[in-house]
């Protein structure tokens, strides 16, 4: 697993709530994604980082923001949920030597 | 627009048979294509990845191919085992000499394998 973990792994909020993520790497990679995966859709890219404080969007980031104030920690928020939102969210890290990304075991969020 | 399309959508075979999964691309440029796993209610695991000039890789059971020309690649499992029920990604790198590197995602196909 590379070392990522997510927290918390399930989640169950109201529509208008913020909400946090959080993406933990232990093997100090400097790329960091965020993915939001649902039926009928491949997994697709919310936001990214290139380094500390370096973030840029995705094709869906319309409604989340991101930050990264460490190396380690990569933190997906959403401002003000809404049932769109609900969806499964996936950290993941690009190791550039093998140019592999690896996947955290995913946060299931759910916006009643 | 980049675009990566799997087929079968979902596969249902008998223990100790094989199964073939196709992807078909259209992404440039192209840098690799790689074959994911995902488990239910687990993260993607990487198979195996394949570069332009590479059209065979295995790892175990699963042998992946690559025609860069038509711009396909089948991921073939052989003599099929119940953990193999799972659903395979299609993943597909484009990576420019300007820095910039993107990944086109297929949506899956969803593998069943019963006894």
């Known amino acids: 697993d590379a070392g990522i973990t997510q927290s918390p792994r399930h989640k169950v909020t109201e529509t208008g709530t913020p909400v946090t993520l959080r993406c933990h790497q232990t093997e100090n990679h400097r790329y960091m994604y965020w993915y939001r995966q649902d039926p009928g859709h491949g997994l697709r890219l919310i936001h990214y980082s290139y380094g500390v404080k370096d973030t840029d969007k995705g094709e869906v980031s319309d409604g989340y923001s991101v930050s990264r104030s460490k190396t380690e920690d990569f933190l997906l928020t959403l401002e003000s949920a809404t049932s769109s939102q609900t969806s ?16 955290g075991p995913g946060t299931r969020l759910t916006v009643l | 627009k980049n675009q990566v399309e799997q087929s079968p959508q979902s596969l249902i075979i008998l223990e100790g048979k094989n199964c073939t999964l196709q992807c078909n691309y259209t992404v440039s440029p192209f840098s690799n294509l790689r074959w994911y796993k995902q488990d ?76």
């Open chain 2, 40 to 115: 239910t209610g687990r993260g993607p695991v990487s198979l195996t990845i394949m570069t332009f000039s590479e059209n065979t890789k295995s790892n175990g059971r699963y042998t992946a191919t690559l025609d860069a020309d038509t711009k396909q690649s089948s991921l073939h499992i052989t003599a099929s085992q119940l953990s193999d029920s799972a659903s395979y990604i299609c993943v597909v790198s484009s990576a420019s000499g300007a820095g910039s590197y993107q990944l086109t995602f297929g949506k899956g196909t969803k593998l069943s394998v019963i006894p």
């Open chain 1, 88 to 103: 499964v969210y996936f950290c993941a890290i690009r190791d550039r030597n093998t140019d592999t990304q690896y996947f």
